[in-house]
């Protein structure tokens, strides 16, 4: 987790700066992260399914790290837009089949009534590498250009396949070989397998339009710090700032909802976020989105470890990788057309009104998983 969220942290943080300095207009930055964000999720079903037929979570992991290594190192010389996206699509589409193998065999390696906290500790972890790895690739792209950005993100992909091997493999149960078919994948089943799992589907749509409304804005927060006066080291702060927040509450906020209940601190931090989604409109300059940050770094601790809770309870043991994966993939829609719509109401509108439609639309998820979740509170505070 230290590894992977130190480069993950550098690499969402500064593409969209570095797409704009290659030319990008924030329509087009807005394309690319919805072309690569769609092939992320259409790829992270089908190698969930994989995984769960094989019974095997690690090798997945790391395939996809090494892979994503390679492809950053021909990243570093890219300066068309074109080939920039291309190149962005291919890593993805291999990329994918780490996100549901991870999620799974975190889920599978530890046990119901502790899995808030086990998601805290990792996230915590996580959290340092992020800490450290914006502002490190802030200050490196400030000296020395963005394509440092490429060859140390590289670097990171690399080591985070050599640390797999220590983590041990699950032993829960899976698919038989054999059992899977890429007729299954087909939509008429897809829409009968999950049909039969009513809370999990229900729970998959209200995260869906909630992750949608934080879409529209989200990857141009970082040109958002830049067109408020600030430059590349100084969105690693305001970055880093929230993300000290973010790190410092994983492991609290993991245990609250192992203690008070998943769907209860899911509830707050929803609310929580949404909040700050309004307090970016109030910014008149950089210095404002460091509380701004830490707002949202508050509920962001809650609402993933609340969230992963509940996907796991929801996401029957025997084909977890595959439920997860499917729901990683229609969460991952609503960010597939996010950043594309977010992008073109900016140049049209501006980003303030942005973040003010945007809290507007993330308010009624809210509101319908509320009602939601006290209809079925005890069914699924006691889902295993």
């Keep these: 987790m230290l590894v992977v969220e130190n480069r993950r ?24 992260l919805t072309l690569i964000i769609f092939v992320n999720s259409l790829g992270q079903v089908l190698w969930g399914r994989v995984s769960d037929m094989v019974g095997k979570r690690r090798p997945f992991v790391a395939f996809g790290e090494i892979f994503a290594g390679i492809v950053f190192l021909f990243l570093a010389n890219v300066n068309e837009v074109m080939l920039l996206t291309l190149l962005l699509a291919l890593l993805e589409a291999v990329w994918s089949m780490g996100n549901p193998t991870w999620d799974a065999l975190i889920s599978e390696l530890s046990e119901e009534n ?13 959290g340092v590498g992020r800490i450290v790895g914006v502002p490190l690739a802030g200050i490196l ?15 990171l992909m690399f080591l985070a396949a050599a640390t797999v091997i220590w983590i041990p493999e699950s032993h829960k149960p899976h698919l038989m070989p054999g059992a899977f078919r890429l007729s ?21 749509a209200l995260v869906t339009a909630r992750e949608f409304s934080t879409g529209l804005f989200a990857m141009l927060v970082p040109l958002y710090i830049t067109r408020l006066g600030a430059n590349t080291f100084e969105v690693s702060v305001v970055v880093v700032i929230g993300a000290i927040a973010t790190t410092l ?28 989604i309004l307090l970016y409109s109030l910014a008149s300059g950089w210095q ?38 499917f729901h990683n993939m229609i969460v991952g829609f609503s960010w597939t057309f996010a950043p594309v ?3 073109y109401l900016s140049d049209v509108v501006g980003l303030k009104y942005l973040f003010i439609l945007s809290f507007a639309l993330s308010m009624v998820p809210n509101l319908a998983f509320m009602q939601w979740a006290g209809r079925n509170r005890e069914e699924l505070e006691g889902n295993n």
């Design 341 to 343: 719509f977010g992008g």
């Design 288 to 325: 404002f989105l460091i509380f701004v940050s830490i707002v949202e770094g508050v509920a962001w601790a809650a609402q993933w470890t609340s969230w992963f809770s509940l996907l796991s309870a929801l996401s029957p043991v025997e084909r977890r990788a595959t439920f997860m994966g």
């Design 184 to 204: 299954s994948l087909s939509l008429q089943n897809l829409k009968g397998e999950y049909a039969k799992n009513k809370n999990f589907s229900l729970f998959t």
């Design 141 to 155: 792209i400030k000296f020395y250009g963005f394509s440092v950005l490429f060859y140390l993100s590289s670097i």
């Design 114 to 126: 502790e899995r808030g906290e086990v998601m805290g500790k990792l996230s915590t972890v996580g």
């Design 9 to 32: 942290g550098m690499f969402w943080t500064f593409l969209p700066i570095y797409a704009a300095n290659i030319g990008a207009t924030n329509t087009q930055i807005g394309f690319i």
């Design 249 to 276: 509450l994983m492991t609290p906020a993991g245990r609250l909802v192992d203690k008070v209940g998943k769907t209860r601190i899911m509830e707050y931090s929803l609310l929580c976020g949404s909040f700050s």
